[in-house]
C-alpha cells in the first residue's frame, strides 16, 4: 500500500510501499505534483528499482521544467537502496 | 522448506511479502530482516513477470533458512531460457538524466546476495539467491 499526502508547508509525505505492484498509482499521485518539490520520506517503509525508477522520473519532469526534487528523512533501509543505485550522490537526500 | 505458488503478476507481491514474514516468524527471525528479502524477491519476480512467457502457470518461491544464510529460489515452469546473473551491470556513477533504469533491479540483487545462480532445463527456470540476514 503507498500514499501520498500533501503538507500545509507544501511537503510531500510518502508512505508505505513503494514497488512494483504500487508505481502505476503512485506514478498519477507524483505526476499531479509540480514546481519545486520536497519529498518527506519518514514513513517511506520500502523502494524497491520500480519506486526509483519513479522518483528519477519525477526528477527529470521537475528538472526540466527548471524545478529541483529533494528528498528528506529517509529510513536507512531506504536510503541503502538509493546509495545502491549511486543516485545518493545526484539526488539531493537529507 | 516453506513453499508456495504465486500468480505471475506483480499484484502477486503482498502475497510473497506475507510469505516471507510468515517464514522468518516460524524461524523465530526478526521482521527487521524481511526487508532485504522482500527486496531481493520483489526484483527477481517482477524480472519473471516483465520478460518471463505470458503463461498462466504459477511461479514458485521457496525459502530455506540455515543461519545465517538464507535461500530464495524461484521456479518458472513454463520459461525460455533467459540468465538474469549474466545481464549487464548498469552505470550508477552516470549522471541521473543520462540514466537508463534497465538492470538497476538486478544490480540489487547481485549487491545483496553472496550467491546468484541461475538453472533452465526442459523449459523449467531456477533463481537461487543466497543472502545473509544481518538481522
Known amino acids: 500500500m503507498f500514499t501520498t499526502h500533501s503538507r500545509p508547508d507544501g511537503t510531500v509525505a510518502l508512505v508505505g510501499r513503494l514497488d512494483a505492484a504500487e508505481v ?12 519545486t518539490l520536497t519529498l518527506d520520506c519518514s514513513q517511506l517503509d520500502y523502494v524497491s528499482s520500480a519506486g526509483i525508477g519513479l522518483i528519477v522520473e ?14 528528506v528523512n529517509l529510513l536507512p533501509r531506504v536510503r541503502n537502496v538509493f546509495a545502491f543505485a549511486g543516485l545518493d550522490r545526484v539526488l539531493t537526500l537529507e | 522448506m516453506p513453499t508456495r505458488d504465486f500468480p505471475r503478476e506483480t499484484g502477486a507481491l503482498p502475497s510473497i ?18 526487508w532485504d528479502v522482500e527486496l531481493v524477491l520483489e526484483e527477481l519476480f517482477t524480472n519473471v513477470v516483465k520478460y518471463g512467457r505470458k503463461s498462466t502457470r504459477p511461479v ?34 552516470l549522471p541521473i538524466l543520462e540514466r537508463n533504469a534497465g538492470g538497476l533491479g538486478l544490480h540489487f540483487v547481485r549487491r545483496m546476495a553472496e550467491r546468484f545462480e541461475y538453472a533452465h532445463e526442459n523449459s ?5 539467491v543466497t543472502m545473509r540476514l544481518e538481522h
Open chain 1, 24 to 35: 502505476p498509482s503512485a506514478r498519477a499521485a507524483l505526476g499531479a505534483l509540480s514546481g
Open chain 1, 58 to 71: 519525477t526528477y527529470r519532469r521537475l528538472h526540466q521544467g527548471g524545478h529541483t526534487l529533494k528528498l
Open chain 2, 17 to 34: 511479502y506475507a510469505f516471507v514474514r510468515e517464514a522468518l516468524r516460524e524461524w523465530g527471525r526478526p521482521e527487521e530482516g524481511a
Open chain 2, 60 to 93: 514458485t518461491v521457496s525459502l530455506e533458512w540455515q543461519h545465517p544464510l538464507l535461500t530464495i529460489r524461484i521456479r518458472d515452469d513454463d520459461s525460455d531460457f533467459f540468465d538474469p546473473t549474466l545481464a549487464p551491470t548498469p552505470d550508477t556513477t
Open chain 2, 124 to 128: 523449467i527456470s531456477t533463481l537461487t
